[in-house]
């Protein structure tokens, strides 16, 4: 018998970047992620599936990533900017010899054999990300995520028709592009609001009935998405899901059994929860970040990736070079940086896949022991959900994957099942309904990072493009009239490019500023022009040069979401 189940689940996600800038910000960050995390990612599925080490890992893939993973312009451009990489290899390599620094000679060397693999990696699966892992998905050994459309904040967007939107648009642009529907969704930084009144955070009005983001995502199929844990310790209980003749019947209890029924799991991360806003049966179901096992990797005091044989990610040969020194230690500075051997880091890696092994396998023991009852003598199969941002598996941490590999490797050997989060839930559904509070896994559990002094002036401009827009689309004959409907649809897409969390995010964390606030303003723009080229045909006016000219910029700079309704933004609309 298994003492539980283990579910890691990665979140891969870039804001749209092609065309939209090269260094430091913009396509790199795309061409890093390729190479660095979702290619070696495959690689760990490629050598599970070899070795017979199952890898069920559960993946997100962003609609706006998969849109550029799609894209032949990514495609082109990645290919280049490999061989670009090996290049730079080989003249480093001429600069080490020079120098007679013989070490790290052989890591240029060792760094144009590495990139010439992954260049041949990428031409072996035909130059397609998306449908390498969609191929994995329908063989059953991986799990693929949908999400909102461009990850728009889902908590704080004004109308929700918007929220809708965002939300079919990704189901629609997941099944086009892997030819499969997900069952599961990432909320965009695991943000979540419940249902129930709701107050403007710009531009003024009164509390309005608002529905709850598990609402809006269970009408477009979605049956599973993820919260982060201090969401679950303050849950209410709302009611308990129990076989009733062969169906699932659903038992109100009281909002405080939550505190004294430990037998059952309440609040436990450990747990899933149904999800509901009004005290029903639930419209999906939650499952909680692992606070203790998501530590190992995030914690600057603990985590793996500051392990002192590990790559240095911030040290590079040059701007934009490739890297050549390791961690050392945590409190040496960048030019104290001692060179990298490779060689010794599969120890390592392997030593704390075990570690994380046991770490798992002991929180399992735990939850069993505390919810074990006279009923239930045997305690609870528990699981273990450990989300992480998948670019850390190799940008960040440039041994993750192999950790990853490592890691299952471990689980294999222990009473520990790895499963996708479907295949978890099918045989341990929740049983537990419960109402949650708002909040999300950024700094300080809340929307501070989204929402804060510098960034209220962007939510006002996105509050009056939301409202714009919704008045367009019931005031003007789109329905009727093909040349309205276009300029209302590039008016559309630039909308969704504009909701993405990433340029307030980018700003706030003082990662990106000018980037982000480019970004944000560029997509404000062009939807004020696709939308007040839209009302002028709708009036009859003849199209001007000018108008023409931006919309065939809008199509050159944005060619996302090519199967875009309108009706996405309509009740009802699919």
Known sequence: MTIGSFCLVLHGHLPWSLHHGHWPHGEVWLYEAAAETYLPLLGVIEDGQRDGVPTPITLGLTPILLEQLANSSFKEGFVAWLWGRAARARADRAEFDARND??????????EQHIERTIQQFNRIEQDLPGAFAAHARAGRIEILTSN?????????????????????????????????????WLPECAYRPGGPWT???????????????????????????????????ARSEGILEPVGGSVGFRKV??????????????????????????????LTAL????????????????????SRYLEFHKRHGNDGLRYWKVTGSRVDLGGKQPWHPGDTPAVTGEHARHMTALITSLLARHRDQTRSPENPGGRHGVVVAPFDAELFGHWWH??????????????????????VSQYLAEHPADKVVALPSGSWGAGGDFRVWLNEELHWTWEA???AEDRFLGDLDRLPWRDQPAVRHALTAAARELLLLQASDWAFVIHTRGAVDYGYRRFCEHLARFDRASTTAEARARGEPDSLIALHELEDMELHDPVFPDLRLEWWTEGGT
């Open 149 to 185: 459309a461009t990850h728009g904040f889902m908590p704080l967007l004004r109308h929700d028709a918007c929220s809708r939107a965002q939300v079919r648009a990704g189901v629609a642009t997941s099944a086009r592009i892997l030819g499969l529907r997900p069952a599961g969704a």
């Open 102 to 111: 013989g070490h790290l000679a052989w890591l240029a060397g060792y760094w």
């Open 200 to 234: 403007p955070i710009a531009l003024g009005g009164g509390s309005e009935q608002r529905a709850g983001v598990e609402e809006i995502f269970s009408q477009s199929g979605v049956r599973f998405f993820f919260l982060d844990a201090h969401l679950a310790r303050d």
């Open 288 to 307: 909680f970040r692992h606070p203790e096992v998501s530590e190992q990797v995030w914690s600057g005091e603990v985590g793996y990736p500051g392990e």
């Open 399 to 420: 041994e993750g994957p192999a950790f990853l590999g490592d890691l299952f490797r471990c689980l294999a050997a222990s009473g520990v099942e790895p499963q996708t």
């Open 254 to 283: 009281d909002w405080d059994q939550a505190t004294w029924d430990t037998a059952r799991g309440w609040r436990s991360p450990m747990e899933p929860h149904a999800v509901t806003s009004w005290g029903s049966p639930g419209a």
């Open 462 to 464: 996105s509050y009056r």
